[in-house]
C-alpha cells in the first residue's frame, strides 16, 4: 500500500530504520490527566487514581520520513476497552515528518527548531517556536548498558475530526540504559499549548525512571478508523 505526502511516495510499514532516545516516566495523578486528552471518548488508564505520563527526545538518524529531531509527551489511555499511547505534544523539526505525520495518523505534529545532545548520561535540550525559546528539557540515566534487545508493540491513538485514529506501531529496542530516580530539568519559558500541558501534567521533580536507548526501530502500519 503506498500513499503520497506532498509529492513523495512513501509505502506501508513506514520504516524507521535507526533512531536513538532518552525518555522519563512520571507518575501523575489521572485527575490532571484528563483535561489534557483531545478526545472525550478516550479515559486514562490509570491504577488507584495515578497514571504515567512519558516525555522522550529522539533523534531520527534513517528513516522513511529523513533524519529529524522529535520531542514526545504521552499518556496511556483505552478507547473501546483497548490500551493506547496518546501523544499530547509531538514537536519536530522535519516538515516534511510534521505533514506525514498529520495525514498518515492524525499525530500532532509541529514544527519547531532544537538544539538536541544525547549521550551515554542522557539527553540535554532546547526548543524553540516562532524564533522563541518554549522549553528546556534535560534527562539523565544510567552510564550502563543492558545487553538485551527488546522488541515493543504498542497503539498510537489520535483523535482528528471527530474520528479516532488507531496506529499500530511494531519495534525493538537494543543497548538500554535504565535509571531510578534520576534527575531531571524541565524549564517552561512563557505561555504555549506544550508547556501547559506539562504544567497540567504537575509532574513531580523526579521521575520514576528514565531510560535511554542507542538503537530503536520500528513499523507504522496505516492508521484505522475506529470511529
Same mark, same amino acid.
Given at each position: 500500500?503506498?500513499?503520497?505526502?506532498?509529492?513523495?511516495?512513501?509505502?506501508?510499514?513506514?520504516?524507521?530504520?535507526?533512531?536513538?532516545?532518552?525518555?522519563?516516566?512520571?507518575?501523575?495523578?489521572?485527575?490532571?490527566?484528563?483535561?489534557?486528552?483531545?478526545?472525550?471518548?478516550?479515559?486514562?488508564?490509570?491504577?488507584?487514581?495515578?497514571?504515567?505520563?512519558?516525555?522522550?527526545?529522539?533523534?531520527?538518524?534513517?528513516?522513511?520520513?529523513?533524519?529529524?529531531?522529535?520531542?514526545?509527551?504521552?499518556?496511556?489511555?483505552?478507547?473501546? $476497552?483497548?490500551?493506547?499511547?496518546?501523544?499530547?505534544?509531538?514537536?519536530?523539526?522535519?516538515?516534511?515528518?510534521?505533514?506525514?505525520?498529520?495525514?498518515?495518523?492524525?499525530?500532532?505534529?509541529?514544527?519547531?527548531?532544537?538544539?538536541?545532545?544525547?549521550?551515554?548520561? $542522557?539527553?540535554?535540550?532546547?526548543?524553540?517556536?516562532?524564533?522563541?525559546?518554549?522549553?528546556?528539557?534535560?534527562?539523565?540515566?544510567?552510564?550502563?548498558?543492558?545487553?538485551?534487545?527488546?522488541?515493543?508493540?504498542?497503539?498510537?491513538?489520535?483523535?482528528?475530526?471527530?474520528?479516532?485514529?488507531?496506529?499500530?506501531?511494531?519495534?525493538?529496542?537494543?543497548?538500554?540504559?535504565?535509571?531510578?530516580?534520576?534527575?531531571?530539568?524541565?524549564?517552561?519559558?512563557?505561555?504555549?499549548?506544550?508547556?501547559?500541558?506539562?504544567?497540567?501534567?504537575?509532574?513531580?521533580?523526579?521521575?520514576?525512571?528514565?531510560?535511554?536507548?542507542?538503537?530503536?526501530?520500528?513499523?507504522?502500519?496505516?492508521?484505522?478508523?475506529?470511529?
Amino acid at each position: 500500500m503506498s500513499v503520497t505526502v506532498e509529492d513523495r511516495t512513501l509505502t506501508f510499514p513506514v520504516r524507521i530504520a535507526d533512531a536513538t532516545a532518552v525518555a522519563g516516566c512520571w507518575v501523575v495523578r489521572a485527575a490532571d490527566v484528563r483535561p489534557v486528552l483531545r478526545d472525550a471518548e478516550f479515559e486514562v488508564a490509570a491504577v488507584a487514581g495515578r497514571t504515567v505520563a512519558v516525555l522522550a527526545l529522539l533523534r531520527y538518524l534513517v528513516s522513511d520520513l529523513g533524519a529529524y529531531d522529535e520531542l514526545g509527551l504521552a499518556v496511556p489511555v483505552r478507547h473501546l $476497552g483497548r490500551l493506547g499511547a496518546h501523544l499530547l505534544q509531538l514537536p519536530v523539526t522535519g516538515p516534511f515528518t510534521t505533514a506525514a505525520g498529520r495525514q498518515l495518523w492524525g499525530l500532532p505534529k509541529w514544527l519547531a527548531d532544537a538544539d538536541l545532545s544525547l549521550g551515554p548520561r $542522557g539527553a540535554t535540550s532546547e526548543w524553540r517556536a516562532d524564533g522563541h525559546v518554549v522549553l528546556e528539557a534535560a534527562l539523565r540515566t544510567s552510564p550502563t548498558v543492558l545487553p538485551v534487545s527488546v522488541p515493543a508493540r504498542l497503539t498510537a491513538l489520535a483523535a482528528r475530526d471527530g474520528d479516532v485514529l488507531r496506529s499500530p506501531v511494531r519495534g525493538r529496542a537494543r543497548g538500554l540504559r535504565v535509571g531510578f530516580g534520576a534527575a531531571a530539568r524541565l524549564v517552561g519559558h512563557g505561555p504555549h499549548p506544550l508547556t501547559d500541558d506539562l504544567r497540567a501534567l504537575r509532574l513531580p521533580r523526579r521521575p520514576l525512571l528514565t531510560v535511554g536507548i542507542e538503537h530503536l526501530s520500528f513499523d507504522m502500519d496505516p492508521a484505522q478508523v475506529v470511529r
